[in-house]
């Protein structure tokens, strides 16, 4: 069974940085797509960040310039660099990987405040 895991969520001050990770076991990594959707408290999931097999990437526009999104085939990972947080990127984030079916993780949680 595909088990998808995160890491690296937390509270953090407006302006402050985390980075999250996720590893994805028993799948062929590099062929699949992986990403990062949020859902804040009363708001729907949407996605942050996706990068494909090819490391083409996309984001959502109210991160472009803040996030980064990577990958490291060799060792199953996917992160998300956040800089520049703001109240608004509260939210559970959750790591996804995709090619003929979606694999969602737990999801960490992210807190921005002071």
């Known amino acids: 069974q595909v088990q998808v895991v995160e890491s690296g969520g937390g509270l953090v001050q407006p302006g402050g940085s985390l980075r999250l990770s996720c590893t994805a076991s028993r799948i062929w990594f590099s062929s699949y797509t992986m990403g990062w959707y949020r859902q804040a408290p009363g708001k729907q999931r949407e996605l942050v960040a996706s990068?494909?097999?090819?490391?083409?990437?996309n984001y959502a526009d109210s991160v472009k310039g803040r996030f980064t999104i990577s990958r490291e085939n060799a060792k199953n990972m996917v992160y998300l660099q956040m800089n520049s947080l703001i109240p608004e990127d509260t939210a559970v984030y959750y790591c996804?990987?995709?090619?003929?079916?979606?694999?969602w993780g737990q999801g960490t949680q992210v807190t921005v405040s002071s």
């Open positions: 990068i494909s097999s090819t490391f083409s990437t």
């Open positions: 996804y990987v995709n090619r003929d079916r979606t694999y």
